[in-house]
């Protein structure tokens, strides 16, 4: 059984681009306190005025949300300030140090010109195309494309499988996650997915039981309902732990006290490491052509030596 979601966001983030990176940062934020929502965080993207940054300072006024905003114009960046006192809101600046200290450290003026680092770049689309992916495979979602994910997530409820899922896939990675319930059966489609890909979250049940219990306080749910009780969760761990032994192939990567952060960076490292030449590619066709890539380098670099010293030995002219 999922949570409801929170009644309103707990973070507003303003960018005058995308919102990727204000959003990101405020989940991976609010994660360690124990918070992954979906809807924890509400993004205004490519604010550029003045008017649409008051639209979203009095959003967040009214939902009483702290402010996170990356803008690099130092005009607008002022100006949230200005109205974020004015509007009695808290306000953290997550872009403007960082330029502050770059300018001084390259003595160099910013070009303050808002999405310059994602005009044609074919891997920030890329990253787009991931994070649209994982959001339409989120908690089962459309599980006839698991075969299209580069990872798949799986789980029980609050194991982390989509903050994970979202960190992943901002870094151009898609993903889905399928939850494991009770008497629910997992997707045929998941049994045809290269294990290889897939990875199966475990967490110790007392752990799991203060998350829930947290959720529960937080969104003021009933304390009759038995998503926090300690027996229930064992319950639902013992039942992943059946399905995680029907697949001995799956990789487990322990929850209990891994930060989404670590969790995700290790997933990734082990991803890359098994499929650096591309999913079709076996380890042995892998190793082969990367011995033959640097055969083929050494190769062109004595060929230019030799050029470069002319016939029989001598320096050309």
Known sequence: MNPPPLSEPLVVAISDSTGETAEAAGKAALAQF????????????????????????????KIDALLVYTLV???????????????GVRA??????????????????????????HELDEEYFRRVAAVEFTVKHDDGKNPQNLGKADIVI?????????????????????????????????????????????????????????????????????????????????????????????????????????????AASAIIETYRDRFAEGADVPPKRRAAKKKASKKKTAKKRASKKKAARGPKGGKKN
Do not use: C
């Open 73 to 87: 114009e130092k005009e607008l960046r002022d100006a949230v300030r200005d109205l974020a006192r004015t509007h």
């Open 34 to 61: 124990g918070q992954h929502d979906e809807a924890a965080v509400k993004t205004f993207s490519n604010v550029r005025t003045v008017d649409a940054l008051e639209t979203a300072v009095v959003a967040a006024q």
């Open 154 to 262: 799986v789980g029980i409820s609050r194991a982390s499988k989509t903050p994970l899922s979202n960190y992943i896939a901002h870094r151009g990675l898609k993903v889905a996650n399928v939850p494991i319930v009770m008497g629910i059966p997992l997707p045929a489609q998941l049994d045809k997915v290269d294990p290889r890909r897939v990875f199966a979250l475990t967490i110790d049940p007392v752990v799991l039981m203060k998350i829930r219990q947290a959720r529960i306080e937080s969104l003021r749910m009933s304390t009759d309902d038995d998503y926090g009780d300690l027996r229930q969760i064992r319950r639902e761990i013992n039942e992943a732990k059946r399905v995680f032994a029907a697949h001995p192939d799956w990789t487990l990567v322990d929850m209990s006290r891994k930060a989404v952060e670590e």
């Open 92 to 117: 953290v600046d997550l872009i403007g140090g960082l330029i502050r200290g770059l300018a001084e450290h390259l003595d160099k003026t910013p070009l303050s010109v808002p999405g310059l680092s």
